[in-house]
């Protein structure tokens, strides 16, 4: 269908149903390809990886480190700086991540690294000008102390991912010490009993957290025991949004919704409503074939086979047991990564992807370079080339720059809207106001002032960015709020809903005398209604499946000029966009009430 030549939005023809976010997405992925090059390329030797699987497993120390000293701390503020828009730091712990999941998988993915450089400290005498290996008494006692210091970071590490009770991290922190520890015992590195003994240890690890954390167990578990597949579906949020997933996919299977629109999307096949929004899909196979269709699910099956291949050959055919056990720390990293994205969006989050692609490019330079000395670079090209090569580097830099520097500073600015919003106690919806008998003043003057700084802040994100969308819809939100508020202690304090019907219920000679006569009725609060309806549209030019924006179109399409803004057109393109929001349905309903089609009413009101 065309509902924008209806409704003066415009038609939409972007492949994209989210086009700033897919902008967006787009520029985050050929910044991690980039790297990925850039790091395969530095890699020219086995010493140039070992270096990589240091810098790795030193961010698992630290990253462990901090978040058990943040969490100590008590701080509200992520890394003692930010402050989250919806969830304070000290709730959980997870360093610098709000979701304890991405943070227990930073840790799994730095796991075989830590278990590489242990194994590395060890084993790893000094050799002399001859080739003969030497160890001298400074640098035994250093190699002592390093790994006297790892073996406590390793401790530290496996804590705090058992207090982050992570179950997706749990598994995978698991799964990379198995995988490790299965390795070195077939290369026989360590022994069975070792091995044995260590998967014992494991499950008195698992048993004592049984025992002594049998509530925190109970809640996780309690999520997986419901009865039939239905209710599965319909309590668990993760199986609800695989299905809300598929169902888009098959609607567009071949280049999908468009890249970061998950959040725009899922809502209109989601039949299970919630206050939690789901921003990504829980699962980053399926939103890559939601997202991106079977064209992107193809190139992210070459990618995968790939990374396979080259974590095989590098096991398989390393010339000496310092590249097998560089190739099995790479290996475990490439595993966790590839596992955990069944049941969480990892390749989502820069601050997870980036180690992984680090890994790959590691495993990639292990596969090709079978000698472990430093090799060539790939290709060369004539000065000219580089100088060429080098300027187009800088364009793409600055492009991308350009491209994400009003989103950055605009997020100050949002978040900050986004924490007085979920703060602000007296908020109530259009409805809740009507039913106040007796309102407090206090009250309204607190909740009149917290969207007089909401309208400023909201304002403050879009002289940043123009393109956020939602900010646009906020505001349109926001500022007709603030009408309402404001026409309460107008002399003719009569509602904007009563001022619609009284206008509707009229007949005007002109479309100036209709404008004469709302300002009359409303006074400047119309300056109000007519920005909030400018901002709506706006937003709605960029997000199209806002389906409550549809309706509060709808509910403002008394304002002059009316000429295409029919509540009927409105209301049908929301049930399109959100034909199971709460919202949308009983304003269908609401309408078709006023039309005289009760039955057909009550169908929607009971959804």
Known sequence: HRPGESVGLGTWETLSLAPRATQLGLCVLLTHMILFIVVYQRLDSLTAVQSAL?????????????????????????????????????????????????????????????????????????????????????????????????????????????????????????????????????????????????????????????????DLLKREIGTLSVGSFDELVAQSGRLGIWSADLRAFQQFWLAGTGVGSHAEVYPTYFPHPSIVEYTHAECGY??????????????????????????????????????????????????????????????????????????????????????????????????????????????????????????????????AYRRLSLTSKKQKSGLLEQLKIEPDPEAIHKQYADLQRMTELLNRTLQSDRHHYRAHLRLGTVLRRACEIRQKYEPNAMPIAQIRQAAEASDFASEQEYAEWLRRAIGENITLLLQARAHTIEGLKGLPLSGRSYVRLADLGFLPPRQGLTEEILNEQALRARPYDAEVLFAAGRYLAMAGQHQKALEYWKQ
Not at 78 to 104: K, V, Y
Not at 327 to 344: E, K, N, P, R, Y
Not at 352 to 381: D, I, K, Q, Y
Not at 385 to 410: E, K
């Open 286 to 415: 399926l939103q890559v074939l939601m997202e991106t269709g079977v064209v992107g699910a193809a190139l992210l099956l070459v990618a995968m086979a790939d990374v396979i291949a080259w974590c095989h050959r590098s096991i398989v055919s390393a010339p000496s047991m310092m590249a097998g056990m560089c190739a099995m720390a790479v290996c475990a990293g490439c595993l966790v990564t590839l596992v955990q994205s069944i049941w969480d969006f990892c390749w989502y989050v820069s601050a997870t992807f980036a180690p992984a692609v680090v890994l790959a490019a590691s495993a990639a330079r292990l596969a090709h370079n079978h000698s472990g000395e430093p090799e060539p670079t790939c290709f060369t090209l004539p000065k000219p080339g580089w100088l060429l090569a080098t300027g187009l580097a800088t364009v793409l830099f600055a492009g991308v720059i350009g491209i994400y520097a009003g989103p950055a500073q605009a997020s100050m600015s949002w978040d």
């Open 54 to 214: 240091r810098i790795v497993a030193l961010s698992t120390l630290v990253m462990a480190a901090v978040a058990l000293l943040q969490y100590a701390s008590g701080t509200p503020r992520f890394s003692f700086i930010f402050l989250h828009p919806s969830r304070d730091a000290n709730e959980i712990l997870g360093g610098p991540f709000a979701n304890t999941n991405h943070f227990t998988h930073f840790l799994a993915l730095g796991i075989g690294p830590l278990i590489w450089w242990w194994h590395h400290t060890q084993h790893s005498p000094e050799r002399g000008p001859t080739g003969n290996s030497f160890t001298s008494a400074t640098h035994d006692g250093q190699r002592r102390l390093t790994h006297l210091l790892i073996n406590i970071g390793f401790g530290l590490v496996l804590t705090v991912t058992l207090i982050a009770a992570s179950r997706g991290g749990m598994a995978t922190m698991l799964l990379g010490i198995g995988f490790c520890g299965l390795v070195m015992t077939l290369a026989k590195i360590v022994r069975w009993p070792l091995f044995v003994g260590a998967a014992c240890a494991a499950v008195l690890v698992a048993l004592a957290m049984m025992i002594h954390g049998s």
